[in-house]
């Protein structure tokens, strides 16, 4: 996935139990009218997740994701002209949301799970490989690091190193440092501040900060609810530090931005 302009991937959390909307769009028909508004809001990526990955978040059975993401996969591919990607980190998910018209897999534990890596060779798609340190269950406990981007780095490159040796070209992969993903305050900072350093691999950089408990801590607490500003905010800088794809809720807003920020940036008077 290399892009020369910013691409906004638009989330939506077909999950009873998501951090940011609550369930608001576990209904699938409901789900398919957000997606198609985010599309017409900007959005260059549809992202469909059925398993929350919240912090202390609980695990949820093969069948029940399949339940809540295939229909909607299957009714979205009639209804955007956008590619859709399948959140997930189980290659049965994986299989069976690409036949039912993904285009993309993204996964929070970069095709660790066993059978995913060889799953994602067959399917021959785009891959996104996030960093996460722990599990969802325990990552927030205590995260630490030697030296967090460097740390991240010698993850990917193995990574890296793993996809090819399956198979998947470089040119499929994106990389995701996963901002909150077994990451305190400071961490998630300095990933933010030194994103261009992930460009040594040579392939699309996905930043997801939206509506993150990072900045609600940023603006003194704040609930996920009144945290828009602040994630359109952070996702303007994580595209002008390098990020090709920005990860967002808000798409419209986030949408106002890079327009604005696009048209100064390059504006020839």
């Known amino acids: 996935m290399n892009h020369s302009e910013p691409i906004i991937m638009g989330v939506l959390n077909v999950t009873p139990d998501s951090f940011s909307d609550g369930g608001k769009f576990f209904d699938s028909d409901l789900a398919i009218d957000q997606a198609k508004s985010m599309v017409e809001n900007g959005a260059g990526i549809i992202d469909i997740g059925g398993e929350s990955t919240r912090p202390g978040a609980s695990a949820v059975s093969l069948n029940d994701e399949l339940e809540r993401v295939i229909p909607v996969i299957e009714a979205l591919t009639k209804e955007i002209n956008v590619p859709i990607s399948i959140d997930t980190s189980k290659p049965e998910v994986m299989e069976q949301a690409i036949s039912s018209g993904a285009n993309i897999i993204n996964d929070v534990n970069a095709l660790r799970a066993e059978g995913a890596l ?79 350093e992930f460009h040594e691999f040579g392939v699309s950089i ?15 607490d704040k609930d996920v609810d009144s945290r828009m500003i602040g994630s359109v905010t952070a996702a303007l800088i994580a595209v002008e530090n390098g990020a090709n794809i920005i990860r967002v809720h808000d798409v419209a807003e986030t949408n106002d931005a890079l327009k604005v920020w696009q048209q100064i940036k390059y504006f020839r008077g």
């Open 118 to 196: 060889e799953m994602a060779a067959k399917l021959k798609v785009d891959v996104c490989l996030m960093h996460m340190q722990g599990n969802p269950r325990t990552m927030q406990s205590n995260p630490s690091y030697a030296d967090v981007v460097g740390d991240i780095k010698s993850f990917f490159k193995e990574r890296i190193n793993a996809c090819e040796r399956a198979g998947i070209e470089l040119s499929s992969i994106t990389l995701d440092p996963g901002f909150g993903f077994g990451k305190n305050l400071g961490h998630n900072i300095a990933l933010l501040k030194n994103l261009s």
């Open 206 to 220: 996905l930043a997801g900060l939206s509506r993150k408990s990072m900045i609600g801590t940023l603006l003194g």
